[in-house]
């Protein structure tokens, strides 16, 4: 609309003063051709009966004859030679004073005669202004020895006639103008807008309302447009849908499996425990192959717990019980339950108090630590850093001091099943458990970090926030809207917002 009505505006104002600057010309040019022409014949006239050398009275009845005139101008005639004789019709308002000297100067030069111009003096003009009025002063010496007379028109009535032109002119420009806005405008209503509507309803595209469609009417380029749109929102829709199906199908199938392998997992871990407990009264030829049942039967019933856990975590069923847990307490019991007292360093501040969950924090810890032991040997140091005042971060760093981790395998350390080693795909971990932990991390509003130390080892940093109330209360309400139920904010009101889980 600004550049459309910035080119009407230069427009309307080009035409204005094109049409002003003619109007001028030709009004100027007819009053001063008729002003000039009438006083060229009656200088002729007047003065042609005078004598050679006419007295004062003679030259001041004349100049009063010429004064009366239909042009409305007054006269001045001077004499030649030595007399000095001035008449003027208006002598207060057109003496000799009046007269511009280039003027003067003109009239008084003698010019030879060319071609057609015999006459060796002519008439000249000049516009000029006096006391604030414009006037229009001529001026010629009588040829054969005449007087030489001048003549002074107000051009008042005509700058009075321009000033309205120019007023008409401004005013139709201001009209044009407006009408340009207008017509702007209305090119905004029918182009603009439904444009702006299609980038609006992209946008709710891209933020996953996958119903959005457009309203089509016409059969413009842009009704094409929004018939492309809503085309490939429909098939976005479909194609969406059908991928979800798919997940969730697979989603249950991991649930389920999980779920019915439980049943005889009990039954074969029981056996296995009694077979373990009787490991000294078999066989030495069977007992490797009893040991081999145990471990495997053990590492069969992590494998289950942790799909079990993986699905909760895909179907946004996994939630937050919340307490007050003093970090270092924590640390110290999740070692101490699995007998890595010796194994790892603490250096952990008591009295560092955070809001979280006890049971997702010992995954996590029990995960990074784990790993450290496994692949980076003892002694693995644990730090728990407090990041700023109040509801600040908190900082968890293991590190290890063993090789560290290949760049190459940075990236895909919280993969699930992912293994550095190609050539051991059976080991004694799932690959699971780091990606377990990330989880843990990310229903927290946290997140974990994997890094090589420049003193050698690999540090995973954990960080957390110091109070997880907000993730719960949002995690809540996931769960009821998956239920059917309506969610609500924490100030009771029903809320629409929907969390979609991971770090926000």
């Known amino acids: 609309m600004l550049v459309f009505g910035l080119v009407a505006l230069a427009a309307a104002v080009s035409a204005s003063a094109i049409a002003y600057w003619l109007n001028r010309d030709a009004v100027l040019t007819r009053t001063q051709d008729a002003a000039l022409d009438e006083f060229r014949k009656a200088l002729k006239d007047d003065t042609d009966p005078l004598p050679v050398t006419p007295t004062c009275p003679e030259l001041q009845d004349a100049a009063d004859r010429m004064a009366d005139n239909t042009q409305k101008y007054e006269v001045l005639l001077v004499t030649r030679g030595g007399s000095g ?8 308002l057109f003496t000799t004073k009046a007269v511009p000297g280039v003027l003067r100067r003109a009239v008084d030069e003698r010019r030879a005669a060319e071609g057609s111009q015999a006459a060796p003096y002519h008439l000249y003009w000049q516009r000029i202004t006096l006391d604030g009025t414009p006037y229009l002063v001529g001026g010629a010496k009588v040829n054969g020895g005449g007087p030489t007379g001048y003549m002074l028109k107000s051009l008042d009535t005509e700058r009075q006639d321009l000033n ?8 139709a420009t201001a009209l044009a103008l407006v009408g340009s806005a207008l017509l702007a405008q209305a090119a ?8 702006q509507r299609l980038g609006e ?11 959005t469609r457009l309203q089509v009417s ?6 094409n447009l929004s018939h492309t749109f809503n085309r490939a929102a429909e098939r976005l829709q479909k194609r969406v849908a059908e991928l979800s199906a798919r997940e969730a199908s697979s989603r249950r199938f991991v649930a389920d499996m999980s779920h019915e392998l ?21 066989d030495p030829m069977i007992a490797p192959a009893v040991q081999l049942v145990v471990s495997e039967t053990r590492r069969l019933n992590d494998l289950v717990e942790n799909l079990m856990e993986v699905t909760r975590f895909d179907a946004g069923t996994a939630r937050l019980v919340l307490d007050d847990v003093d970090v270092a307490d924590q640390v110290t019991a999740c070692i101490d339950a699995r007998a890595w007292l010796d194994a790892v360093e603490l250096d952990a501040a008591r009295g560092i108090v955070a809001r979280l969950d006890p049971r997702r924090l010992d995954v996590i810890l029990a995960n990074l630590i784990g790993n450290a032991l496994k692949h980076g040997g003892s002694p693995v140091r644990v730090s728990v850093i407090p990041e700023g005042p109040g509801d600040g971060d908190l900082l968890i760093k293991v590190r290890d001091h063993g090789p560290g981790i290949p760049e190459d395998v940075l990236p895909h350390v919280f993969d699930r099943f992912y293994k550095a080693s190609a050539s051991r795909p059976r080991s004694e971990g799932s690959g ?16 974990i970090s994997a890094a090589n130390s420049p003193e050698g080892g690999a540090v995973f940093t954990l960080r957390l926030p110091m109070d997880a109330s907000r993730l719960a209360s949002i995690e809540d309400r996931k769960v009821k809207e998956r239920n059917g139920e309506p969610g609500k904010d924490d100030d009771g009101a029903e809320g629409g917002r929907r969390y979609e889980g991971g770090a926000p």
Do not use: F, K, Y
């Open 262 to 282: 439980r049943t005889p997992l009990t039954a074969i871990t029981a056996v296995t425990e009694v077979l373990e407990e009787e490991a000294d009264a078999l």
């Open 201 to 211: 309803a992209a946008n709710r595209l891209g933020e996953g309302h996958l119903d």
């Open 188 to 195: 905004a209503a029918t182009v603009l807008r439904p444009v």
């Open 85 to 92: 004789c001035t008449a003027a019709s208006a002598p207060d």
């Open 164 to 171: 309205s032109l120019a007023w008409s002119l401004g005013i």
């Open 432 to 447: 699971l458990g780091l990606s377990i932990a990330m989880e843990n991390a990310h229903i927290h509003g946290g997140d």
């Open 218 to 223: 016409g059969s413009d380029e842009l009704a």
